[in-house]
């Protein structure tokens, strides 16, 4: 007759593991203090939604960053809704324009081509645009108007030489103070339908 022992044990051992199982499967909360501990498991509860224990001072600190970014977000999309300023670039064949103007349209700065010494034809082309638009920047920025810009609406209107000249200085290295403020371009060009009988077009020679 075998012993009956050697059975005994072999069955009893396979108990205790079985039941070993079922404690780990009912109570998981045991095997995981330890990773909660860590910070990795408060960011990742955190990004689940689920409350951070109250005993831990990590993932206070971490809800209190998450409501500040939350509260920077929400914030952003309103932030640039100032009213902008505008800088009027009317440009003709003759001459060139630049006025830069409150939101309300006050004027703050206005200039021309004949503010820097060029004389009846010598407003007209691309170079006394060019150098009109290099000064009027400048003067922007020495007079400390860039502190109170906090969008830039330009306003084109015409299609002279002067408007190419404007873009160029704008993308250029004399305008990297200025272009950062950019928020809106737009053209009031004055477009004629229908109406009176325009005068004839001037022909020389």
């Known amino acids: 007759m075998r012993p009956f022992s050697t059975t005994m044990n072999h069955?009893?051992?396979?108990?205790?593991k079985?039941?070993?199982?079922?404690?780990?499967?009912l109570n998981p909360k045991s095997e995981q203090t330890s990773d909660d501990?860590?910070?990795l498991s408060a960011i990742t509860r955190m990004m689940q939604g689920e409350k951070a224990r109250a005993s831990q001072a990590v993932s206070r600190d971490y809800s209190r960053m998450a409501e500040s970014l939350?509260?920077?977000?929400?914030?952003?999309?309103?932030?640039?809704?100032?009213?902008?300023?505008?800088?009027?670039v009317y440009a003709h064949k003759h001459n060139t324009l630049l006025t830069l103007t409150q939101?309300?349209?006050?004027?703050?700065?206005?200039?021309?081509?004949?503010?820097l010494g060029f004389r009846k034809g010598g407003r007209s082309g691309y170079d006394p645009a060019y150098q009109l638009?290099?000064?009027?920047?400048?003067?922007?920025?020495?007079?400390?108007?860039?502190?109170?810009?906090q969008r830039l609406e330009i306003v084109f209107q015409g299609f002279g030489q002067g408007r190419e000249a404007f873009t160029k200085v704008l993308l250029g290295?004399?305008?990297?103070?200025?272009?950062?403020?950019?928020?809106?371009v737009t053209d009031?060009?004055?477009?004629?339908?229908?109406?009176?009988?325009?005068?004839k077009v001037r022909r020389l020679g």
Request: charged share 25%; with cysteine; hydrophobic share 25%.
């Open 11 to 16: 069955s009893s051992s396979a108990k205790e």
């Open 18 to 25: 079985t039941r070993e199982i079922e404690r780990q499967i």
């Open 37 to 39: 501990n860590s910070p």
């Open 70 to 88: 939350e509260a920077e977000m929400i914030k952003d999309p309103y932030a640039d809704r100032s009213p902008p300023h505008h800088l009027h």
């Open 103 to 115: 939101p309300n349209g006050n004027p703050m700065l206005s200039m021309s081509c004949g503010h």
């Open 133 to 149: 638009t290099s000064h009027v920047f400048g003067q922007i920025q020495e007079r400390g108007y860039l502190m109170n810009i």
């Open 173 to 184: 290295s004399e305008g990297r103070n200025i272009r950062g403020l950019v928020s809106r």
């Open 188 to 199: 009031s060009t004055r477009i004629k339908f229908g109406g009176t009988r325009s005068r």
